[in-house]
T-cell receptor
Framework: SYDLTQPPSVSVSPGQTATITCSGH??????TCWYQQKTGQAPALVIY???KRPSGIPERFSGSNSGNTATLTISETQAMDEADYYC?????????FGGGTKLTVL | DVQLVESGGGLVQPGGSLRLSCVGS????????IFWVRQVPGKGLAWVSH??????????ADSVKGRFIISRDNDKNTVFLQMNSLTAADTGVYYC????FGSGSGWLDPWGQGTLVTVSS
């Protein structure tokens, strides 16, 4: 089975840039997306096809994917960005999620 | 507004069965793949199953294969998840999600609010 690995937690100060990584074998050859899940809420798509933002997602959210690592970057991080973030990719017609990263805005 | 609403969760004994429903509105339901994802409270997301637009093609996680059956009724804008032989490991919040582009993108958008399944004696 295909595994995606994320750091369990990332901390960032308000106004700074947060970087969350997602690692998998040759992940750069697959499209990756990212979900944000705030406490008590359902996940929401924030990045798809590696770099694209759904409508309504602030430009502060961006993504990249190359080699073995996909990256979610949140610029000028705000308190409202505090949440769990999950990466996701396809493998052999199955959906694979990373373990999730808790982003804390200190 | 595009919306998905799950129902059917509850408390069930080990070995029992439950049928979840996911009703969509605000979009052409029959043109979209639908996914089920579960989450143990406090833990991560785990894909369970998905069904293509006409219902003839389905996929399952190994952990539920042979026990869960996904189906859909496009006339009623509903996807079902029939869960049999339930164990404690099946406990969690079950979300349904729509394929972002309709068919095969694999990106779930939007998601429903979830329905809690608790398997316990």
């Amino acid at each position: 089975s295909y595994d995606l690995t994320q750091p369990p937690s990332v901390s960032v100060s308000p106004g700074q840039t947060a970087t969350i990584t997602c690692s998998g074998h040759n992940l750069g050859y697959r499209y990756t997306c990212w979900y944000q899940q705030k406490t008590g809420q359902a996940p929401a798509l924030v990045i798809y096809q590696d770099t694209k933002r759904p409508s309504g997602i602030p430009e502060r959210f961006s993504g990249s994917n190359s080699g073995n690592t996909a990256t979610l970057t949140i610029s000028e991080t705000q308190a409202m960005d505090e949440a769990d973030y999950y990466c996701q990719a396809w493998d052999s017609s199955t959906v694979v999620f990373g373990g999730g990263t808790k982003l804390t805005v200190l | 507004d595009v919306q998905l609403v799950e129902s059917g969760g509850g408390l069930v004994q080990p070995g029992g069965s439950l049928r979840l429903s996911c009703v969509g509105s605000g979009f052409t339901f029959g043109s979209y793949w639908i996914f089920w994802v579960r989450q143990v409270p406090g833990k991560g997301l785990a894909w369970v199953s998905h069904i293509k637009t006409d219902g003839t093609t389905t996929s399952y996680a190994d952990s539920v294969k042979g026990r869960f059956i996904i189906s859909r009724d496009n006339d009623k804008n509903t996807v079902f998840l029939q869960m049999n032989s339930l164990t404690a490991a099946d406990t969690g919040v079950y979300y349904c999600g729509r394929d972002h582009f309709g068919s095969g993108s694999g990106w779930l958008d939007p998601w429903g609010q979830g329905t809690l399944v608790t398997v316990s004696s």
